[in-house]
Nanobody, 126 residues
Framework: QVQLVESGGGLVQPGGSLRLSCAASGNTLDLYAIGWSRQAPGKEREGISCISSSDGSTYYADSVKGRFTISRDKAKKTVYLQMNSLRVEDTAVYYC???????????????????WGQGTQVTVSS
């Protein structure tokens, strides 16, 4: 189905900002709910944010709530993850994927993914 490509990762200092992009090829991104997840070395994959396709509702894990913002640009057919007030513990490979289902329980976002990208590295270090 849709193929996703993440971009925008890099090296930033604590307290800095990055904006990640998730672009689709072979289909229109606005037809899908999209989720972002991340994985740090030696850690399990962590769901961090989702945006629905129907009404644009957004969902966040407590670990990023208030600091990260997920959004769509319908004209550009791109989903963004704006990351502010970055912390060292945000260092991870970040992935976007189609989101088939999700729940938020006790501040943890669990996402059932469909298609996914290859990830983009985010490193937060002074």
């Amino acid at each position: 189905q849709v193929q996703l490509v993440e971009s925008g990762g890099g090296l930033v200092q604590p307290g800095g900002s990055l904006r990640l992009s998730c672009a689709a090829s072979g289909n229109t991104l606005d037809l899908y709910a999209i989720g972002w997840s991340r994985q740090a070395p030696g850690k399990e994959r962590e769901g961090i944010s989702c945006i629905s396709s129907s009404d644009g509702s957004t969902y966040y894990a407590d670990s990023v709530k208030g600091r990260f913002t997920i959004s769509r640009d319908k004209a550009k057919k791109t989903v963004y993850l704006q990351m502010n007030s970055l912390r060292v513990e945000d260092t991870a490979v970040y992935y976007c994927a189609t989101a088939l289902d999700w729940t938020v329980t006790r501040g943890i976002l669990n996402v059932k993914f469909g298609s996914w990208g290859q990830g983009t590295q985010v490193t937060v270090s002074s």
